[in-house]
């Protein structure tokens, strides 16, 4: 694959609408700033709190009742005391999501209005964003940025602006982990705020090679071989503090740099920090949630009876029968023993490290930094030998994943924890088992969601467009005993998924409870929103390292599109649709006559166990929304490997979101 120069291609009356979209970027980044000035941006973040002030982990007093594990069989009081503040939260925001939304022949705002201190009516939403790389936190962004309030545009005729402020739950996996990591790790910044980032900063400068490094970290990185100095020395610090490495910690050291506001990547961020943020106490956000996957020594194949992990503010932990319990996010360096922290243990902050949780989430991408020969050809043959060096060092190991320990699990249910009787809890990329939406977290009875946006830009054809894989995948998990009593629609095959156009469009799964013989366990309805293009071909290759501004840009927009169906272009009602959905599993429960506009919605979007297993051909879509006179002068380039870079229709877009 090659990389085209995409913006060198567009007419300059184009070109200087390109930085327009949700709202003109900042302006030039100056080359010098005082540290003071820097410092002063930066207390606008969230506050690092590492007790050694740096990357390593410290060990620090326990508190008077000391850490322990918790059954996961209910949800942590934390969670529990934030939620009632949250779905109180959610009540306003919902009202005029509905009232945008305009379900002619229901008044689904009165409905929520009427019913806003029974959350057993109120519907319960949780969006979630599948991994794939720089790929999928674009699209994810794009899709975010539409269900955003703050986004310009996003409220207007055509928009699903407020979704996001009235869900309860944000998860994120991978690429899509980077996304939701970004927004939390930035005091749940606006995508056009991590778009634009801010002068000095590095914030999703994606056209600097993550392996050479940020062209500027406000005053400490000057060039490629100090940023990889620095790496390395706050890798050191962790190893000298008595800690195994992994290339995770250099993988998440270097992602920080891209998706963290703060110098050197904030090295001393701790993801449990969020729990400290005022918006997120105050419970003004969804709460954040990561995935992970877990692989038992000696396993090189990732099955579906995977122990699937989740990371949120609070805790880290599976609800899955194999572990089936949580430890504090806070303190899961500590030494655990069946469950306790010994009388004579200690306790440890700092080892939920920001990067290297998302790190672990992404750990597939481990690959990016065994790959730097050729990565970037201004790259000094020195560096590029040393990062071998190191990084194949370790790869040899078999160390190519995210080494947690002490394991907080050591000798906890021991008859079906599978990584009891070690101290080393290996963790990986939690889109390896196939389930590539971070969807288990979200369909937990505990958590008795109603409704799953389920963001997918899974690379499982030929040209990196998704087929329903990693439902799929979530759906055949649920029927074994690794389920643990989740249920999950059922989803057909890949086939059916491209024959019938439900990877065009959004689709619903799960509109027929009737299908559940369980009535007492109705999973959420998921509503699937797989990438397309719309204006852009986004279908970039999982491992492309860099994006240029442009191409960012057009990617986000096209996800943006895909998320409202061009503003409401391809289909005017599909606002209604999504307020449907929503609403869906509430009427029920109420008994509540569905109303026609749903209805209609329902026939058009709900999957309704039609099949059509006709073998697939090449599968490389047209873009859906009609192209204007900038088609030809975009770049696209389709090979065996999909789209490698292109912008299409970008002007198209324009006209529906300006």
Sequence with gaps: MRSLPVAASLPLSLLSLLPTVFGAPNEAIPDVRSREVLARDLLRRATPNSPSGGYAPATVDCPSQKPTIRDAATLSPSETAWLKKRRANTIDPMMAFFKLANISDFDAVDYVQSNSNNFSVVPNVGIAVSGGGYRALLNGAGFIAAADARTPGSTDSGGIGNLLQASTYLAGLSGGGWLVGSIFANNFSTITGLRDGESGSSLWQFSNNIIKGPAESGISILNSAEYWYDIADQVDAKRDAGYGVSITDYWGRALSYQLINDLDGGPSYTFSSIADADNFANADTPMPILVADERHPGETIISLNSTVYEFNPWEMGSFDPTVFGFAPTEYVGSNFSNG???????????????????????????????????????????????????????????????????????????????????????????????????????????????????VDSSADTTHNFPNGTALRASYERSQGDIGNGTKFPAVPDAETFINLGLNQKPTFFGCDTANFTDATTIPPLIVYVPLTPYTAYSNASTFNPTYSDAERNAFIENGYNVATMGNGTVDAQWPACAACAVLSRSLERTGTTVPETCKSCFDRYCWNGTTDSTSVGDYNPEPILQLTALEADAVSVKGAGGLVWGVVG????????L
């Design 340 to 454: 306790a922290v010994p009388d004579d243990g200690h306790c440890v902050r700092g080892f939920d490290q920001y990067g290297y949780v998302m790190g672990t989430s992404s750990s597939l991408f481990n690959q990016i930094l065994l790959q730097t020969e050729g990565a970037d050809s201004d790259l000094p043959d020195f560096i590029t030998d040393s990062i071998t060096s190191i990084l194949k060092g370790l790869s040899d190991d078999k160390n190519d994943i995210a080494e947690w320990r002490p394991n907080p699990f050591y000798k906890y249910h021991p008859d079906t924890n599978g990584n009891a009787n070690t101290e080393l809890l290996t963790l990986i990329d939690g889109g390896e088992d196939l389930q590539n939406i971070p969807l288990h977290p979200l369909i937990q009875p505990v958590r008795a969601v109603d409704v799953i946006f389920a």
């Design 650 to 657: 970008v002007a198209t877009l324009f006209t529906l979101v």
